[in-house]
């Protein structure tokens, strides 16, 4: 079983920066992927960034040149450092983890890649 606990959100104003991050418990060491999403009120959870054993990463168009996605594995850390934040940056973020290696190579963003997920972060982003 794996546990995920993400800190690091909070309220900053548009062009600021925040640096999530996701401590993993448990079997965490036994994952093939990590991911962040995000879910704005009303809006479907969406696919940010991911990172697979193999150093793979994947981001979503609209973070790209902002995000940047990294993971301690000696600390079984996953970070997102997100700098230039826009107001459509605010939502709820997640971490998730993913433990089949076939998915892990290639559907970073999607959520059916991912086993486990943690309670959330709120970042919000004023204009």
């Known amino acids: 079983q794996v546990q995920l606990q993400e800190s690091g959100g909070g309220s900053v104003q548009a062009g600021g920066s925040l640096r999530l991050s996701c401590a993993g418990f448990g079997a965490s060491d036994g994952t093939s992927c990590m991911g962040w999403f995000r879910q704005a009120p009303g809006q479907e959870r969406e696919g940010v960034s991911g990172?697979?054993?193999?150093?793979?990463?994947s981001y979503a168009d609209s973070v790209i040149g902002r995000f940047t996605i990294s993971r301690d594995k000696a600390k079984n850390t996953l970070y997102l450092q997100m700098n230039n934040l826009k107001p459509e940056d605010t939502a709820v973020y997640y971490c998730a983890a993913g433990v089949e290696q076939l998915q892990c190579a290639g559907a970073l963003r999607r959520r059916d890649t991912y086993n486990y997920w943690g309670q959330g972060t709120q970042v919000t982003v004023s204009a």
């Open positions: 990172i697979n054993r193999w150093n793979g990463v």
